[in-house]
């Protein structure tokens, strides 16, 4: 059974977080600038987290298909 690559790393695992934190941080940005556009109350607040939320959600739903093809035989 193969190992997926990115959990055999330490330095693979760190990059991915990082670049994980940093599309939640796009996404939440993105959502409470559309947020505000639309005059919605406390938009930066809330759109900074269903942003962010999305984007883990999104990348979870990813990266459990990734690491699913390496568990199958």
């Not at 996404?27 to 942003?51: D, E, I, R, T």
């Not at 883990?56 to 568990?71: G, K, M």
Request: no cysteine; charged share 10%; proline share 3%.
């Amino acid at each position: 059974m193969a190992q997926n690559p990115v959990e055999d790393n330490v330095v693979t695992r760190f990059l991915l977080g990082l670049a994980v934190f940093a599309a939640m941080a796009i996404g939440g940005q993105a959502v409470a600038m559309s947020f505000l556009s639309l005059g919605v109350p406390y938009a930066k607040w809330v759109g900074v987290g269903v942003g962010a939320i999305a984007v883990f959600i999104a990348f979870t739903a990813l990266y459990r298909r990734y690491d699913a093809s390496y568990s199958a035989e």
